[in-house]
């Protein structure tokens, strides 16, 4: 299986705007879960946002000011962030893992990283005061 692609970071100022995008051939259509990680220096991965069945579903830091989306034609996930903060200065990754069973209940969940096995190499995203 070939991992996500991550592309779109880069440098901007408090206040920007950036959308990453993530290549996901073969992970899109329902039975993988794609998501939006980050880490930063010294801090553990954070979850910040995945598309399931019709719902979104983001991470307190990431509410508000992101946007996860998909194009299935393309087989992209997208996030768009916006009112962008020195704080989340970090490199971004998109993270696919298969869904669990929707028959017991399952989701996919960004609170931990457990359930992400296709991991991109990230893109750097910097933002400036």
């Known amino acids: 299986q070939v991992p996500p692609v991550e592309s779109g970071g880069g440098s901007v100022q408090t206040g920007g705007s950036l959308r990453l995008s993530c290549a996901a051939s073969?992970?899109?259509?329902?039975?993988?879960?794609v998501a939006w990680f980050r880490q930063a220096p010294g801090k553990a991965r954070e979850g910040l946002a995945v598309?399931?069945?019709?719902?979104?579903r983001y991470s307190t830091s990431a509410q508000g000011r992101f946007t996860i989306s998909q194009d299935n034609a393309r087989e992209i996930v997208y996030l768009q962030m916006n009112n962008l903060q020195p704080d989340d200065t970090a490199l971004y990754f998109c993270?696919?893992?298969?869904?669990?069973?929707?028959?017991?209940?399952?989701?996919?969940?960004?609170?931990?990283?457990?359930?992400?096995?296709?991991w991109g190499q990230g893109t750097q995203v910097t933002v400036s005061s």
């Open positions: 993270a696919a893992g298969r869904h669990p069973a929707r028959s017991l209940g399952g989701y996919c969940d960004i609170r931990d990283t457990s359930g992400y096995d296709y």
């Open positions: 073969g992970y899109t259509g329902g039975r993988y879960c």
């Open positions: 598309a399931d069945d019709g719902r979104t």
